[in-house]
């Protein structure tokens, strides 16, 4: 009895450790959606011509179809976004999307610093001209870069330094009980 | 749209829905709304808040897709209603754009709000005269000064016909609505009834929208709103050689006032219009003053 409980606890510190890892692996695969949801919002504005809430729905839509967790969270900013500009006219967009980007769920696997970008996009969408808005994109995606950037670089060697730690941690503790 | 919608806005009570026609809001002063019977002045004074904060529910926080729209001096709205808006023009400079033209208008100081009403069977009493012995629709231009009813006549024609009346079977029917304002498409989904073989072509220039669903969709009738400029009347000769059907609208008080017009004058030469009808807005708006044949004799209680 005692040893099936000191692998279970050695199993869940090296779990602890590839949770980790999963985490920054998400980080990043989270950011790669917003960029991609930039780059379909850069669409529908500059091809397609569509107003904001249309096309918040269109690719809010797109992006959430077919994603559970975390990752369908994007696509739900978007609507949560459309749906309060659609039933309170009066509520600027960038208050509602600085609002609704703050309701995303505080484990959210997103930097402080890249929610503050996030939450900066909203800021001068719908402002002005359509070139505006395409600088407005540019520079998000500017931004994003950088993190992407960095995450991608570091993230090899992160999720296995991860990854060992948990597994290290786990063979330790079983020694030090055993 | 709506009504309730209006309401919250400007939180003071509202006439009936049906009745309004305009709603004026000019920054320093009143809201004014026009109704059949006059005007009624508002407690509320506009200021440059309620302006903005009005543009950004009627373009729906994006300025930048009706774009094209502020330029010409109006934005269509949901619901088909059309906003005109003055303030101060910012023209292109050299290198810019073409020069001298409006790039946009900032500073926006008074906005007209023209509300667009679907009435189902105004335009019956002039249905007899637009059919021919074989059940074919003819070709009618429809005449009438601002807010006097051409649109919501024009809408109501349309759906009759692509409907099908006693004077004839249902015709498919093309619409180029350029300003949104017959269909009031909302995300491609026409807002207003114009019918059951009613194609709508939305927000594109009459002028190369004409040929595009001439080609594309084989209407029996081609209908459009607020011709007047010289491509229209070459997209239109060019429908009307292909033996499809025209309604139109343009701006005028009599029939007289179609040879006073370079454009319009040609297209009564070429005899392009069998029928023309005349309306005015008194007693009411979409009264008829006239129908006339092709060679503009009054046609009207004739038949």
Redesign the interface.
């Known amino acids: 009895m005692k040893y099936v409980g000191i692998l279970m606890m050695a199993a869940a510190v090296t779990g602890a450790g590839f949770l980790a890892a999963e985490r920054w692996r998400e980080r990043l695969l989270l950011l790669l959606q917003f960029r991609q949801m930039v780059y379909y919002l850069k669409g529908q504005i500059l091809y397609t011509n569509a107003t904001l809430p249309e096309a918040l729905y269109e690719v809010g839509t797109k992006l959430r179809d077919g994603k559970r967790g975390n990752r369908a969270e994007p696509g739900l900013l978007l609507l949560r976004v459309e749906r309060r500009l659609r039933e309170d006219g009066k509520t600027p967009f960038s208050v509602a999307w600085q609002e609704e980007v703050e309701r995303l769920p505080a484990d959210f696997p997103m930097s402080k610093s890249d929610r503050q970008i996030l939450a900066a996009l909203g800021e001068n969408l719908g402002y002005a001209d359509r070139k505006m808005q395409e600088r407005t994109l540019l520079f998000y995606l500017e931004q994003t870069e950088d993190s992407i950037a960095f995450l991608k670089k570091e993230s090899d060697g992160r999720m296995r330094l991860y990854r060992c730690m948990g597994m290290a941690a786990g063979l330790f503790l079983m020694v030090l009980m055993v | 749209m709506g009504i309730e919608?209006l309401r919250e806005?400007f939180k003071e009570p509202l006439p009936a829905w049906e009745r309004v026609q305009e709603i004026r809001v000019r920054i320093g002063y009143p809201i004014l709304f026009r109704t059949e019977d006059g005007e009624l002045e508002m407690k509320t004074c506009a200021d440059r808040r309620l302006l903005r904060?009005l543009l950004?529910?009627f373009?729906?926080?994006?300025?930048?897709?009706f774009?094209d729209e502020v330029r010409q001096g109006f934005l269509t709205i949901e619901g088909g209603h059309r906003v005109g808006l003055v303030g101060k023009a910012v023209l292109y400079e050299a290198g810019e754009g073409p020069l001298g033209a409006i790039k946009?208008i900032r500073d926006i100081s008074a906005l007209n709000i023209r509300l667009s009403h679907e009435k189902k069977g105004c335009a019956d009493a002039i249905l007899p005269y637009l059919y021919n012995g074989n059940g074919e629709v003819e070709s009618t231009l429809l005449i009438s000064p601002p807010g006097a009813g051409k649109t919501t006549m024009l809408r109501d024609l349309i759906r009759r016909i692509s409907n099908g009346t006693a004077y004839g079977r249902g015709i498919g029917v093309s619409v180029v609505d350029e300003r949104s304002e017959l269909g009031a498409c909302f995300?491609g989904v026409p807002q207003c009834d114009l019918g059951r073989r009613t194609d709508i072509l939305d927000a594109c220039p009459k002028a190369v929208g004409m040929l595009m669903v001439l080609r594309s969709m084989a209407p029996g009738v081609l209908a459009v709103d607020e011709i007047g400029t010289a491509a229209d009347l070459e997209a239109m000769r060019y429908v009307a050689n292909c033996g499809c059907a025209l309604l139109a609208t343009v701006h005028g008080t009599a029939i007289g006032d179609l040879e006073k017009k370079p454009v319009l004058a040609e297209m009564v030469r070429d005899r392009m219009f069998s029928r023309y009808v005349v309306l005015k807005k008194t007693p009411h708006p979409g009264t008829i003053a006239g129908i006339f044949d092709a060679d503009r004799r009054e046609v009207y209680g004739l038949s």
Do not use: D, N, R
């Open positions: 919608e806005i904060e950004g529910i373009s729906k926080h994006s300025l930048y897709a774009e946009t995300q």
